[in-house]
């Protein structure tokens, strides 16, 4: 926890390396996509089947695929496998509050 916090301290006011850049870049990316923002709003409740994410957001079960591919090479979903169905659930806190923080931000005054 310490180590952290340090860590923070040091990344955040000085020059930021090309990996940090990197990293927080492509989680940008991650949120910048109205699919993708409403899936990961949908796992802060509970896990999902890839069927269950379609069926209640109403979009094509391949282009949820494709969106859970990508979190999940960014590491910001998991899944477990129960038979042939993968249930997904979120995988990073951060990236988690930094999203609620954001839909936050657009509701207020
Ligand atoms: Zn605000």
Same mark, same amino acid.
């Given at each position: ?18 990996? !940090? ?7 940008? $990316?991650? &949120? ?5 923002? *409403?899936?990961?709003?949908? /796992? ?18 391949? !282009? ?7 979190? $999940?090479? &960014? ?5 477990? *496998?129960?038979?042939?169905? /993968? ?23």
């Amino acid at each position: 926890m310490e180590e952290f916090k340090e860590n923070v301290a040091v990344k955040s006011g000085s020059n930021l390396d090309e990996e !940090t850049l990197f990293v927080v870049s492509q989680t940008f $990316k991650a &949120l910048g996509d109205p699919t993708r923002i *409403r899936i990961l709003n949908l /796992l802060f409740q509970r896990e999902y089947s890839v069927n269950d994410i379609a069926e209640t957001l109403g979009i094509r079960q391949s !282009t949820v695929s494709q969106q859970l591919r990508f979190l $999940k090479n &960014l590491r910001l979903v998991k899944y477990r *496998r129960e038979g042939t169905t /993968l249930y997904y659930s979120h995988d990073d806190d951060h990236v988690m509050s930094v999203l609620k923080l954001t839909i936050d931000h657009a509701s207020h005054n």
